[in-house]
């Protein structure tokens, strides 16, 4: 039997891990034979359209992330279910979620799971859906005034067709101009100045590069935005700009850096920084498929998704109190990212084909045929 | 046969018993029976039972809000006691201060059936006091949702409601809410409270489970309820 879904997600077009996900989900939940739309909370306003033949309906310009619209999306579109894509906090309206069936991807990237994410969970009644074991661990510990929440697992994946090894490595990087350097990259969304760790990460690969001066630093990312770093003054700053090359700030700002030039990116890389506190954590996990070993921190995702590659010790770490949360988030020390880049200096070519093997136990027709699969029909036998 | 039966469930709190009754008392205008269920270690199990005032009661062993409720509710849908026109799921933290509140919320409640519902002076989103059509009872099977044991069957409630278009809220009918929340002058935190506090995390994730995998079931269930009764659906 099939379900009639509504995705209540960004435009898969956009450039975003949650659209990137929007993408490759949709698509595969039609192949399953389930009737999908996406009920816009970015990147389409106020008009409706299609995406690869799948209905986009639009948010508005007069809420945030379409909740004065989905609702009458869902009744429109005659759905079974609802599910939410985005940070669960930025709900605002519960009322909204009760006459609708939803699950909410909740990304979980604290420790205990954030106090607004459990408040929109149990006030909107919809059912929690873990991206992450470490996202389940803590939504069923139920510790500091939240109940211990029941989820499902449904955990993010990527393609690893398209995210591959490079046939002819040394030529790519000799074309990128890479050939003798030690390549360390880091690809985010320059919006965050804590919970993705950015400073302990430059500061951390500036002292590393006093020692090894054929490191250089690849950054994709754009160099400013109003929540985020001005990454060229922080680099001028702690003496790593010298040694950084950014990706192309107009094609990425425009959304013109494909999966497939990205996957160029990882591949010419040595290694990938991704230390942040990550509700998922796709981009190092596209790194690996890509050959490319990571290196993160033993918080949040990091040790799930670290296969192969390095991780920095949580006695290499701090943690530090965020309000709106009511959780922890860890902050890395700034030694503990130097020797991480110490050891991957030494070892990460060594660990490339590990990493490809690892990442693609993450496959996304892998992960939608094991998990979202079963929880599918599972939901539709329901009625 | 009588109009309303109201079923509350109660342990350790006979002065409670002692103030519903007195209250509704003095402000009941339909034929109403007040039928308590009370658990049979319960330390003040005579003292209620003197303050049911000869009401009828059900004594079993310990159970929690919702068991208790479907258990004096089966009595009037299955085993043999008169079925009234609805059942009523009062606290017995509750006291109807409007003086013929059973009669307009008998009165209000939806062609076909339904759900219908005072103001509490806590909340006005859900039911924590309700009234609901017996048919509808029958239909389900269960007059609480017999995975919660205490917390969200009044969610539930309101969730059956309005997918079914026919939940009602009465703000001209107060039954008090004396909750040690927003009465702490009338009512202290007991053991009772302290009691049905253990089961919120299993009562959350039951009630979350069921509004993913039941309710679109059990809506058309109280849909078709009223559909037999001729009701615009």
Redesign the interface.
């Known amino acids: 039997m099939a379900l009639r879904i509504l995705w209540h997600g960004p435009h898969p077009d956009m450039p975003t891990g949650y659209a990137g996900q929007t993408a490759l989900l949709l698509p595969r939940l039609k192949l399953l034979g389930h009737d999908v739309a996406v009920s816009a909370t970015a990147g389409q306003p106020n008009h409706p359209g299609f995406w690869h033949g799948i209905p986009v309906y639009p948010c508005t310009t007069y809420a945030d992330v379409g909740e004065d619209v989905v609702g009458p999306h869902y009744r429109h579109f005659r759905a079974d279910l609802v599910i939410t894509l985005l940070c669960t906090w930025l709900l605002s309206y519960p009322a909204t979620w009760r006459d609708l069936r939803t699950v909410h991807l909740t990304p979980a990237d604290c420790d205990p799971m954030s106090w607004a994410d459990y408040q929109v969970i149990a006030d909107t009644g919809g059912t929690p859906a873990a991206i992450s074991r470490f996202g389940e661990k803590m939504m069923r510990a139920g510790t500091e005034g939240r109940a211990a929440l029941d989820p499902l697992y449904l955990p993010h994946g990527i393609d690893t067709k398209v995210f591959t090894p490079a046939p002819d490595r040394d030529a790519l990087r000799a074309g990128m101009g890479f050939d003798g350097k030690f390549m360390v990259g880091m690809n985010f969304m320059n919006n965050d100045r804590q919970r993705k760790n950015i400073e302990p990460a430059l500061r951390g690969f500036a002292e590393f590069r006093k020692k090894h001066k054929n490191a250089y630093l690849a950054i994709h990312a754009l160099n400013a935005l109003p929540e985020g770093f001005h990454l060229q003054r922080l680099g001028r700053h702690i003496g790593s700009w010298d040694a950084t090359s950014m990706s192309p700030q107009y094609e990425l700002v425009t959304g013109m850096i494909t999966p497939p030039v990205l996957a160029d990116w990882y591949r010419a890389m040595d290694v990938v920084l991704d230390i942040g506190n990550e509700g998922f954590g796709l981009t190092g996990l596209e790194a690996q498929a890509c050959g490319t070993p990571v290196i993160r921190g033993d918080w949040s995702t990091g040790p799930e998704l670290v296969g192969p590659g390095f991780l920095i010790p949580a006695s290499a770490s701090e943690p530090y109190w965020n309000e709106k949360h009511q959780a922890d988030w860890r902050r890395a020390h700034v030694a503990g990212v130097r020797q991480a880049l110490e050891e991957a200096y030494e070892q990460a070519a060594d660990r490339r084909e590990a990493s490809r093997e690892f990442a693609v136990t993450y496959d996304i027709d892998d992960v939608v045929a094991r998990y979202w699969k079963p929880v599918l029909e599972d939901l539709a036998a329901d009625g | 046969m009588a109009d309303l039966a109201v079923l509350v469930p109660s342990r350790g709190r006979p002065a409670s018993v002692e103030r519903l009754v007195r209250a509704c008392a003095l402000t009941c205008a339909a034929d109403t029976v007040l039928h308590f269920g009370f658990d049979e270690d319960d330390p003040e199990l005579e003292a209620n039972i003197a303050a049911a005032a000869g009401w009828p009661r059900t004594v079993a062993p310990r159970m929690g809000l919702a068991a208790w409720t479907n258990r004096l509710a089966r009595k009037y849908t299955a085993e043999g006691l008169p079925p009234p026109r609805a059942l009523a799921s009062v606290g017995d933290d509750m006291r109807p201060v409007t003086a013929g509140w059973d009669r307009m919320l008998l009165d209000k409640l939806p062609a076909g059936g339904g759900f219908c519902y005072p103001d509490d002076k806590r909340r006005d ?1 859900i039911p924590e006091a309700v009234v609901i059509s017996t048919p509808i009872v029958e239909a389900l099977g269960w007059m609480a949702l017999p995975q919660c044991a205490h917390w969200f069957i009044d ?1 539930v409630w ?2 059956l409601g ?2 079914a278009g026919c939940l009602v809220y009465c703000p001209d009918v107060t039954v008090e809410h004396l909750h040690p929340n927003v009465r702490p002058d009338v009512t202290r935190t007991d053991q009772t409270y302290h009691d049905a506090a253990g089961s ?3 009562d ?2 039951a ?3 069921w ?7 059990d809506a ?1 269930v109280v849909r078709g309820v009223r559909e037999a009764a001729g009701a615009a659906v």
């Open positions: 989103d969610n309101a969730d309005r997918a919120f995390d299993a959350l994730a009630y979350q489970s509004r993913l995998r039941r309710m679109r079931a058309a």
